[in-house]
């Protein structure tokens, strides 16, 4: 029972260290480090009018590892910060099953492997961090989504305005 308590605080511990602000760095310096960090993994992060056929901000494509980031967002620094670490969870997903592997993973499983978190524990923790202004968006964007994808999209909305928790993940995942 101690040990198994113990477990439980430690893994929470971790969360909670992943969970701590970034550094007070400004909008833009925190968004050119995680694409810097972003391009020493060697994703090519490319610039476009739009990225994708809709209006889409943004998109990872975890086959070829290349990012696409909309021009539109520079004019919004946290906006483009939020949209750049929703990406980049996205790319943590991907290093979980291997950078170079045409598929992905998910937080969620990483989580119950190394943590020790039972599922329900980590709906709770994406569930205190999902912004409740957009969970009606998504739930739009995930609904016609197979189970995993689902996943990684609610764990990507979820985090995105966590960029010192990804900047770990990223750190120590990939």
């Given at each position: 029972?101690?040990?198994?308590?113990?477990?439980?605080?430690?893994?929470?511990?971790?969360?909670?260290?992943?969970?701590?602000?970034?550094?007070?760095?400004?909008?833009?310096?925190?968004?050119?480090?995680?694409?810097?960090?972003?391009?020493?993994?060697?994703?090519?992060?490319?610039?476009?009018?739009?990225?994708?056929?809709?209006?889409?901000?943004?998109?990872?494509?975890?086959?070829?590892?290349?990012?696409?980031?909309?021009?539109?967002l520079r004019d919004q620094p946290g906006l483009q910060?939020?949209?750049?670490?929703?990406?980049?969870?996205?790319?943590?997903?991907?290093?979980?099953?291997?950078?170079?592997?045409?598929?992905?993973?998910?937080?969620?499983?990483?989580?119950?492997?190394?943590?020790?978190?039972?599922?329900?524990?980590?709906?709770?923790?994406?569930?205190?961090?999902?912004?409740?202004?957009?969970?009606?968006?998504?739930?739009?964007?995930?609904?016609?989504?197979?189970?995993?994808?689902?996943?990684?999209?609610?764990?990507?909305?979820?985090?995105?305005?966590?960029?010192?928790?990804?900047?770990?993940?990223?750190?120590?995942h990939c």
């Amino acid at each position: 029972m101690c040990l198994a308590f113990a477990r439980l605080f430690l893994a929470f511990a971790l969360l909670a260290a992943w969970a701590t602000p970034a550094r007070a760095t400004s909008l833009s310096g925190r968004t050119d480090r995680l694409i810097d960090r972003l391009e020493q993994l060697g994703v090519v992060i490319d610039r476009l009018e739009r990225c994708g056929p809709g209006l889409e901000r943004a998109a990872y494509n975890m086959g070829v590892n290349r990012l696409c980031l909309s021009q539109g967002l520079r004019d919004q620094p946290g906006l483009q910060l939020d949209v750049l670490t929703h990406e980049a969870i996205h790319v943590v997903q991907d290093c979980l099953d291997g950078l170079e592997t045409p598929s992905s993973s998910t937080i969620s499983l990483m989580l119950q492997a190394q943590g020790g978190f039972s599922s329900a524990q980590v709906d709770r923790f994406l569930a205190h961090h999902l912004d409740r202004s957009t969970a009606a968006h998504v739930l739009t964007v995930t609904q016609s989504l197979g189970p995993l994808q689902r996943q990684r999209e609610v764990e990507a909305y979820a985090l995105q305005s966590q960029s010192g928790m990804v900047e770990s993940l990223l750190a120590r995942h990939c």
